[in-house]
């Protein structure tokens, strides 16, 4: 059966890392490869975190209705879900992973129906997602606080997701996930 795992979680909850740690433990697993139009951090790798395009292509994609979803998550700066990677996915008869912010996590819960197990990662509160940013030593004083202020409006959806898993230990975390995701694909 074609499935899919949405993650949403305010940025800063330990999204990413659960979800690399999912695709490591769970074989069936793939990551769908959002676009975005926001510059590559870090380490980050063309077309294996991200396919980063200019505003220009990306704008070209929402008239060819190339996606599922997409959300200008924060000014200027657009994330999009491609409906040919979940196609690309499924074909390999694996199951998609999506890792995306909370408005189309609840777009891709609508869109994709029973097919789907949304995931949502709660931080322990404000105050550690903060520090957190913080130590993580990859965003400007600015950007945190444009990212903490936004985080406590998502948490405020979590309810519209189908599981919660509340990240403050992580290992604990890790384990609830794969308990999770290997139920949803076997039933
Ligand atoms: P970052 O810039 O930290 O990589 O991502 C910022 C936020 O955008 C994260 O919450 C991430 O999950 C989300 N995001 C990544 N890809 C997509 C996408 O295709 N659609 C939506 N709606 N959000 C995305």
């Not at 940025?11 to 690399?20: D, F, R, W």
């Not at 777009?107 to 789907?116: E, P, R, V």
């Not at 959806?157 to 609830?176: G, H, P, R």
Request: glycine share 4%; with cysteine.
């Amino acid at each position: 059966m074609k499935k899919v795992i949405i993650f949403s979680a305010p940025s800063g909850s330990g999204k990413t890392t659960l979800v690399k740690h999912s695709l490591e433990a769970i074989p069936e697993l793939e990551f769908s490869i959002s676009c975005t139009t926001r510059q590559p951090r870090g380490s980050e790798i063309h077309a294996v975190d991200y396919h980063f395009i200019s505003p220009e292509e990306f704008r070209q994609k929402i008239s060819e209705d190339a996606f599922v979803e997409f959300e200008e998550v924060y000014t200027d700066k657009y994330y999009g879900t491609l409906k040919s990677e979940v196609e690309k996915i499924w074909n390999l008869g694996k199951v998609v992973i999506f890792d995306v912010d909370v408005k189309g996590g609840i777009s891709l819960k609508k869109y994709f129906g029973d097919k789907a197990l949304s995931i949502f990662i709660q931080p322990p509160s404000i105050e550690e997602l903060e520090r957190r940013l913080i130590s993580r030593n990859t965003d400007d004083a600015e950007t945190i606080k444009t990212r903490v202020e936004k985080a406590g409006e998502e948490l405020s959806y979590a309810k519209e997701f189908d599981k919660i898993v509340i990240n403050s230990d992580l290992n604990e975390a890790k384990k609830e996930i794969e308990i999770l995701i290997k139920s949803f694909i076997e039933n």
